[in-house]
């Protein structure tokens, strides 16, 4: 069940999640292959830090 708006594509969980390390909004989500469905990750442009966040 998602929900798609074009007019917020980069909003939401996709894009500008806010960075544990910096606080910086600069990150891109990436999309592991492995078994980590619960669970998405992400990688700070601020201080190139890889990072998860739990959904
Ligand atoms: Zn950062």
Do not use: A
């Not at 999640?17 to 990688?43: A, F, I, N, Q, W």
């Amino acid at each position: 069940m998602k929900r798609t708006d074009p007019s917020v594509e980069t909003g939401g969980e996709d894009g500008g999640v806010e960075c544990p390390y910096c606080g910086s909004t600069d990150t891109v989500r990436e999309h592991p292959k492995g078994p980590s469905l619960c669970r998405s990750m992400h990688y700070c442009n601020g201080c190139e830090q890889p990072f998860e966040r739990f959904g």
